[in-house]
């Protein structure tokens, strides 16, 4: 008969109690599951039952969440619980201790057993290294090691302290405390009263020692090593030092003389520093303090009384997450656990500014694209254009090099239940596009069931102490889960990288309103948590902020530029092709940057891609280079120069240049910028709708507008939000009446394009002498009135709206029909409920998006506001109609009048009978707030 073997193996949750105890919390999450496939949004009573989902947080360990759900909470739990195990490499047979006395205990027989004759010294020993080398030499060091090396090298033993002190994680003079006053109680061991030396009480046997002098390989000719000096002092920079290991010294010698330690013995540890090189670590002298006993209270009093001598390494502390006093050398070199090799690696600055760039909420997107100058963390996801690590991937990563739990997203399914059921998201969000979920269902059923449900995602950022320092809740939702995970993630991440940016935001500014934008902030909490890294950035360290000299002011002074911020360009080389980026399309640019020293003349090359892809418009890039990139068309190229804003992130880039670099100053340098457009794809928008349609919608956008000119005999015409001209410029292809044409926009770019096409095509129709119309091109906002095109023929509107948000799209059309009162007016705007058409067409042949509710992105274009559904459209204009006294008609292009309706729908107001005196209220002459930027005859093109 099989005993039965539940006492034999613990359960998974004992494993993992025994070594996490209380900081392992369960979350146990209840979720309905249709029994069978009934409609979720129905208000019926329904066949459901409760299952469960668990999730498993070890703060600073792990999260994790079972992948299924069960139908016993228990069995969540522990299925959670190993898969923690699982991924933590967790042997259920190693007996750690549960409580700190039977750790100190072990602690003790753990240093007596490194030195036991039986055990010393095998390959697997973990001092096996420090240990051959110390038996090398002579006199009274003859095989002492220092006792920090059993910090680096013994897992074991930082386990048991952390057991003994939790505060041990943080603090490595506290483990050696902890360590020495074990030793002091270790059998056979022995360590001195003045410094940190640990060595066997007995001499070891000649054959131990031989057999320790076989296992070491030695070093035959001394090793240099580089590395960095991060002074504890913020005025003073990071600067590069040469360790030099000779055979016969310990290694830790030559730390201790770059460090003023008083010995090898007093300079501590850190933890290794940065993932991707297995040995980089902090060594930093020991301050002046005596380890009365065991109890690490006495070492915390101690050492408040005598701050003078130990003042904190910001820079150091704040890059390992450990208290680090002193100066600090940063360095790759080191016995690893059980190697009797010396592990060497250079670090040096860059080495340094990248580890800081990384912690950055943008750095490891920086890195990952290879750009650290130039990529900046774009403001919208859209899957299939997002190239690197996702949004959620790179919250995380910043959650854990700051030192946080990992975030907790919670995505909740939001039911699109029909209006007539009514549905939290449609009542909340009435008339608005958010609820065009509950929209779509009551106008057509087809696509209500190809959309079932929308997500949610709520995110949650904690401290490793599981208090909550942010809060992020949105009113968006998204058709799929994780399209809802990762725009929250990117949300939360902007947030942090704009904190970043101004970090000395004084404390009030925190205290967000919820309704503003979603983010609660914690701020006790929150500052608590970034106090090291506030100290590190923060100006509050005074000083010069035009010098180079502390990493205070890295990001904080790139201040927000305006959208229409405009780089000035020298050097343009090459033809106009006519095809330039625009918003919402892909650039693909070749660039380099240099540094350039204004008074040694010295240029310096930081970076350089031959190929580098970006959205124009989605804040993918450094502001200066996208709109470097917007002036030119495909082939040219151009050079700019922008300010040495952000030295941290040079010298990250810089690489082998960095020693060159450590001491310059803003004022003295600017970055060089020379950048080559080499390929542009076209916006999405205009690329799913070219195709499906044949013409392009925008061409029937055209001849749509014709076919009105021409049965209106119009001979003006204003076109609102002209963009770069693409109507304005099809009418002159056109035989029409017009006589005089005008577009305004609140785009200078886009202005500047429109007028150099006109200018081309005007010229030419000149010289065939054909008639030619005059044209005007204005600055300003279609929201303000100005008296100059009053009472036009025709006004048209084309794809503008939905550009700007739905009060001020609102304000226009009040504007439009009690003020300048053209005589028709033809609005354009995408058709919401035709969208799953387009996308499906445009990316016919991607796997992944040819599931039924698959899109890139929620609406056709980044920069659109809304899109709105065939009613949401309709009472819109019905009502404006309605209140000037226009009649409205609705039509479209791109497929029909059907279900769903066309993929543009249009609006034609008519100006019915007017009440007179009216007339002459509008034209008055004084109301002229628009900048006229081109005039066709006596036109001269507008630069830059
Ligand atoms: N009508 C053009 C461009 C559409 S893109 C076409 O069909 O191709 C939308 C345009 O609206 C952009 O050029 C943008 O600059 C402009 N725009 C947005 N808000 C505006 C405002 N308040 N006043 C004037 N133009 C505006
Ligand atoms: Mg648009």
Not at 196 to 215: G, H, M, T
Not at 679 to 692: F, H, I, S, Y
Request: hydrophobic share 35%; charged share 20%; proline share 5%.
């Amino acid at each position: 008969v099989a005993m039965p073997t539940a006492t034999a193996t613990p359960t998974p949750k004992a494993v993992i109690h025994q070594r996490y105890g209380a900081k392992a919390v369960y979350r146990v999450d209840e979720v309905r599951e249709a029994v069978d496939g009934v409609c979720p949004g129905l208000a019926l009573p329904q066949s459901t039952r409760c299952v469960y989902r668990c999730q498993l947080d070890i703060p600073g360990v792990l999260s994790v969440s079972t992948p299924g759900t069960f139908v016993r909470k228990k069995d969540a739990e522990q299925a959670a619980a190993q898969i923690a195990i699982e991924k933590l490499g967790i042997q259920p047979t190693s007996n750690i201790p549960n409580t700190p006395e039977e750790a100190w205990e072990e602690l003790i027989s753990r240093i007596s057993y490194f030195f036991t004759d039986e055990n010393f010294p095998t390959s697997s020993h973990p001092l096996v290294g420090h240990l051959s080398v110390t038996l090398r030499r002579t006199g009274d060091f003859l095989g002492k090691i220092p006792i920090s090396a059993i910090i680096a090298c013994d897992v074991k033993v930082h386990t048991l302290c952390k057991i003994i002190d939790p505060k041990a994680e943080f603090d490595p003079l506290l483990v050696l405390s902890m360590i020495y006053n074990a030793a002091k109680q270790s059998p056979g061991v022995s360590v001195s009263n003045r410094n940190f030396w640990i060595q066997s009480q007995r001499p070891y046997s000649p054959e131990a020692v031989d057999l320790a002098l076989q296992c070491w390989s030695g070093i035959s000719d001394p090793i240099r090593v580089e590395a960095v000096l991060i002074p504890c002092a913020m005025e003073d920079g990071p600067k590069m030092v040469s360790l030099n290991i000779s055979e016969n010294e310990h290694y830790m010698g030559d730390i201790a003389l770059k460090l003023s330690a008083t010995d090898p013995s007093h300079v501590l540890v850190s933890r290794t520093v940065d993932k991707a090189s297995s040995e980089m670590r902090f060594y930093f002298p020991a301050p002046d303090v005596q380890f009365v006993s065991d109890l690490s209270k006495q070492l915390v009093d101690d050492r408040e009384n005598r701050n003078m001598n130990c003042i904190i390494n910001k820079r150091a502390s704040y890059i390992s997450g450990q208290t680090i006093y002193g100066d600090a050398v940063l360095a790759n070199v080191g016995y690893t656990r059980r190697d009797t090799e010396l592990q060497t690696d250079h670090v040096n600055l860059c080495t340094y500014y990248r580890i800081l760039l990384r912690k950055l909420p943008d750095g490891i997107y920086k890195i990952s694209k290879d750009s650290i100058l130039v990529a900046e963390l774009p403001c919208v996801y859209a899957r299939t254009s997002w190239k690197g690590p996702s949004p959620r991937d790179l919250l995380c990563s910043f959650c854990r090099l700051q030192r946080l739990s990992e975030p907790y997203f919670a995505a909740n399914r939001v039911s699109a239940s029909c209006n007539v059921l009514g549905s939290a998201v449609g009542s909340e969000e009435m008339g608005s596009a958010k609820a065009t979920a509950g929209n779509q269902c009551a106008n057509d059923g087809r696509i209500a069931k190809e959309n079932p449900d929308m997500f949610k995602c709520s995110v949650k950022i904690y401290s490793k102490k599981r208090d909550l320092l942010l809060e992020y809740s949105t009113d968006y939702s998204w058709s799929k889960e994780t399209d809802a995970i990762q725009n929250s993630a990117l949300k939360v991440l902007i947030w942090f990288n704009r904190y970043f940016k101004q970090l000395n935001t004084p404390v009030e500014k925190l205290y967000l309103p919820k309704s503003t934008d979603g983010f609660t902030i914690y701020p006790n909490i929150f500052l608590q948590e970034f106090a090291m890294c506030l100290s590190v950035y923060g100006k509050t360290s005074g000083g010069d902020s035009r010098t180079c000299s502390a990493v205070g002011y890295f990001s904080m002074d790139t201040s927000y530029q305006q959208l229409e911020s405009s780089a000035f360009l020298t050097d343009i080389d090459g033809q106009d092709s006519g095809v330039f980026p625009s918003h919402g399309s892909l650039a693909c640019i070749s660039y380099s940057v240099h540094l350039f020293m204004k008074d040694s003349r010295k240029r310096y090359l930081l970076e350089v891609n031959n190929e580098f892809e970006f959205e124009i418009g989605a804040g993918a890039v450094r502001n200066q280079l996208e709109s470097c990139a917007t002036q030119l068309s495909v082939n040219q190229s151009a050079c700019f120069v922008d300010q040495l804003s952000d030295r941290d992130l040079s010298l990250a880039a810089a690489c082998e240049l960095s020693l060159d670099l450590s001491k310059i100053c803003r004022d003295s340098c600017v970055l060089e910028f020379s950048v080559k457009v080499l390929q542009v794809t076209e916006p999405l928008e205009d690329r799913m709708e070219k195709a499906l349609f044949n013409p392009p919608l925008s061409k029937q956008r055209v001849e749509f507008a014709v076919r009105h000119i021409n049965q209106l005999h119009a001979t003006t015409l204003v076109d609102f939000g002209c963009g770069s001209g693409s109507l304005l410029d099809s009418l002159l292809e056109h035989p029409t009446t017009l006589e005089k044409i005008v577009g305004v926009d609140i785009s200078r770019k886009g202005l500047t394009r429109a007028a150099k096409s006109l200018h081309q095509k005007l010229s030419k129709k000149l010289l065939l002498q054909t008639s030619v119309p005059t044209a005007v091109l204005y600055h300003g906002s279609v929201t303000d009135f100005d008296s100059r095109l009053y009472g036009f023929d025709i006004g048209t509107c084309l794809e503008v709206i939905e550009h700007v948000e739905e009060d001020q799209a609102s304000l226009f059309g009040n504007v439009v029909l009690s003020s300048f009162c053209p005589a028709v007016l033809i609005v354009s705007t995408p058709n919401y409920e035709y969208n799953p058409i387009l996308q499906r067409s445009a990316l016919p042949n991607k796997e992944e998006e040819q599931e039924q509710d698959a899109g890139p992105c929620k609406f056709r274009n980044h920069d659109h506001k809304f899109e709105w559904t065939r009613s949401q459209f309709q009472r819109w204009a019905t009502r404006l109609a309605a209140s000037h006294n226009y009649s409205v008609e609705f039509s479209g292009v791109g497929g029909s009048s059907d279900e769903p309706g066309y993929a543009s729908q249009i609006a034609v107001f008519r100006r019915m009978a007017r009440n007179q005196g009216e007339s002459s209220l509008n034209e008055d002459d004084s109301h002229q707030p628009y900048e006229v930027l081109w005039e066709w005859p006596n036109a001269s093109i507008p630069s830059h």
